[in-house]
């Protein structure tokens, strides 16, 4: 069975400071993966998704970058994080030939 | 504006009664999701679906591609049923972008 994994759960950081949230997915090769993102209240938003190794697309940036550096690892990053940073951070997957997509327990970021 | 529009955006149900949730496409999609949203965040796959009607326990969905919407009929609903539902649609099938609704907050009072 395939499991996803976040980490961190939460995390409550500063302006400026950088941030790594990372997702890994196991029992499954090759997944297309995607990062969402979810303000207090609101609703998903789509930030990057990734086909394959080393390639990323971007959706909607948020002065954020992700990067694929093994098949079953996706990471979500910035140098500076800014309050409006702050929300819940969703890394999904789906195999590459179906449609359904399923979600990690997401990672929760506070920045003040 | 916004591709998908759910409604309504607020629900209140006494155990046992049931409701649904409606949520219409302003382009053509080709699939829709639809998710419970728990107190902990976590996202709840309920159904997928490119066309017709799926059930599952007291939950129904049906998806309209020619029509643009999708609906989640609740049935007998208790109190586990709280949290917030959204759906999500594809407008293709690549990329696995996802277009989400604004949710729908479910209340279930005893």
């Known amino acids: 069975a395939q499991t996803i994994h976040q980490w961190p759960v939460a995390e409550i950081k500063a302006v400026g400071s950088p941030l790594s949230l990372g997702c890994t997915i196991k029992?499954?090769?090759?997944?297309?993966l995607y990062w969402y993102w979810q303000a207090t209240g609101g609703t998903l938003q789509q930030l990057f998704y990734?086909?394959?190794?080393?390639?990323v697309e971007s959706v909607v940036q948020l002065n954020l970058s992700a990067s694929r550096p093994k098949d079953d690892q996706f990471i979500l990053s910035t140098e500076k994080l800014l309050l409006s940073h702050s929300g819940f951070y969703l890394c999904?997957?789906?195999?590459?030939?179906?449609?359904?997509?399923?979600f990690g327990e997401g990672s929760r970021l506070i920045v003040v | 504006g916004d591709q998908v529009e759910q409604s309504p955006s607020a629900l209140s149900l006494h155990e046992g009664t049931g409701s649904a949730l409606r949520c219409n496409f302003t382009?053509?999609?080709?699939?829709v999701q639809w998710f419970q949203q728990n107190s902990r965040g976590s996202l709840i796959n309920l159904f997928y679906?490119?066309?017709g009607t799926k059930e599952n326990g007291r939950l129904k969905s049906t998806f309209n591609s020619k029509e643009s919407y999708s609906t989640l009929h609740i049935r007998d609903a208790q109190l586990e049923d709280s949290g917030t539902y959204f759906c999500?649609?594809?407008?293709?099938?690549?990329?696995?972008?996802?277009?989400f609704g604004q949710g729908t907050k479910l209340s279930i009072k005893p």
């Open positions: 990734s086909i394959t190794v080393g390639q």
């Open positions: 999904a997957w789906r195999q590459n030939s179906g449609n359904t997509l399923y």
């Open positions: 029992g499954k090769s090759s997944p297309n």
């Open positions: 679906l490119a066309s």
């Open positions: 999500a649609a594809n407008m293709n099938y690549n990329q696995g972008k996802l277009i």
């Open positions: 382009t053509t999609m080709r699939a």
